[in-house]
């Protein structure tokens, strides 16, 4: 059965979730950081609707992934004290995952924000 109360308790989590990533992680305040500065290049510019849509795409899956990396550092962390080789293989994958995409999303941005930022000089 639907509750508002419910919904409200995953709302709030969800956005102590958020404060935590951006009180404790360094590279996910960079990464929304960069993405305010695009969400406001996206609106600044005369972009066309779905090049809007991709931007804020890309900014969402370059957060989201960060935070799922972020969980997973934070399971293995708390699972296995110390260091372990295998740990930081799969820590190091994960990162990776993030790099992918902040590249790719980086790639897909320049792409579409250069040539009206060239046409304003």
Do not use: Y
């Amino acid at each position: 059965m639907f509750s508002f109360k419910n919904l409200q308790k995953s709302f709030q989590s969800a956005f102590k979730g958020l404060s935590i990533a951006f009180k404790e992680e360094q590279t996910f305040r960079i990464q929304a950081s960069i993405g305010l500065v695009v969400l406001f290049l996206t609106f600044f510019l005369a972009l066309r609707s779905w090049e809007k849509v991709v931007l804020i795409l890309l900014i969402i899956s370059v957060l989201g992934l960060e935070l799922i990396n972020s969980q997973i550092e934070r399971i293995l962390d708390f699972t296995h004290l110390g260091f372990h080789p295998k740990i930081k293989r799969i820590k190091d994958l994960s990162a990776a995952a993030v790099l992918v995409v902040s590249l790719g999303a980086a790639l897909g941005g320049v792409f579409i924000l250069l040539p009206p930022l060239l046409a304003l000089f």
